[in-house]
Structures are given as C-alpha cells and as structure tokens.
C-alpha cells in the first residue's frame, strides 16, 4: 500500500507525460492510501481542465465515474493530529543522510 498524495495520483486520471509510469505503479500495488479531500481536488483539476477546454463536459462526467471507482477502495486518512505526529516521527527517525541535507527551518 502506497500513500498517494492528488498530485501523484491525478495522472491517472488526466492525460499527462507521467501518466504511463504512474498507472504502471498503480497497476503493481492498487490498495491506496489517500488523504481525506483528494477527490475534491482531482475534480478541482479536472474542472480547471474543463475550463480551459482541455476536456469536455462529457468526458469529464466519465472522469469523475472513474475517480469514484478508482478511490472507492482506497484507505482515507482523516485523522490528521495523528497522521502528522506519526509523519513527523518518521521524519525524525528517517532524517535525510546525505551531505548538506539537513533539518528544513
């Protein structure tokens, strides 16, 4: 299981030149991990797309169709005081080790 942030995952959905390694990755591992407003944000882009004229009202109808199939499985992170203070600890306990890296201030 993957934690997939909407910028990772939107190409799955929308044509970009990521998208052909993201769907291999997606089609490796499908249990996905997601934050609580990720469908709220693909649809954000997909109707930022649509305005723009990128994609019609039509297909974006069936992109929304598979955003809901694809998330309907997905784990939904929503506790997010725990989520950030189990994130942090991983940072701290992973912390960067190559030479110039060092704590983000």
Do not use: N, Y
């Amino acid at each position: 299981m993957k934690f997939w942030d909407t910028s990772a995952i939107g190409p799955l959905f929308f044509d970009e030149e990521s998208s052909p390694a993201v769907t291999a990755l997606w089609q490796a591992d499908r249990k996905l991990a997601i934050w609580l407003l990720t469908d709220v944000e693909l649809c954000s882009a997909l109707q930022r797309r649509v305005r723009a004229g990128q994609v019609s009202a039509r297909d974006a109808s069936q992109v929304v169709t598979s955003i809901d199939r694809t998330l309907a499985t997905a784990v939904v992170v929503t506790d997010h005081a725990q989520a950030r203070a189990h994130a942090r600890g991983l940072l701290i306990k992973h912390a960067p080790t190559s030479e110039g890296a060092g704590p983000a201030v």
